[in-house]
């Protein structure tokens, strides 16, 4: 946790924690991006290449549950990590 903050997905995707990001905060639930990877270096492992996506820690399970619903439309459910 990030004072205050906790992380809802780690990924390489840039676009999945945009879309993730985007998808909490229509939802009224505050969230951030956190990218650590390097852009004058591709790399696609490894501590180089993380994003994370952030919300409120008292919002953290709210978010889960979110996520659990799995996206609109398709019917596909996600799991926590």
Do not use: C, Y
């Not at 780690?10 to 945009?18: K, L, M, N, V």
């Amino acid at each position: 946790m990030i004072e205050g903050w906790a992380e809802v997905l780690r990924t390489a995707d840039d676009i999945e924690a945009r879309l993730m990001s985007d998808g909490l905060n229509g939802e009224g639930i505050e969230a951030r991006v956190l990218s650590q990877k390097d852009r004058a270096n591709v790399v696609t492992f490894g501590g180089l290449s993380i994003v994370r996506v952030l919300v409120p820690a008292h919002r953290l399970e709210e978010a889960w549950d979110w996520i659990d619903q799995g996206e609109p439309g398709t019917g596909e459910e996600e799991g926590r990590e």
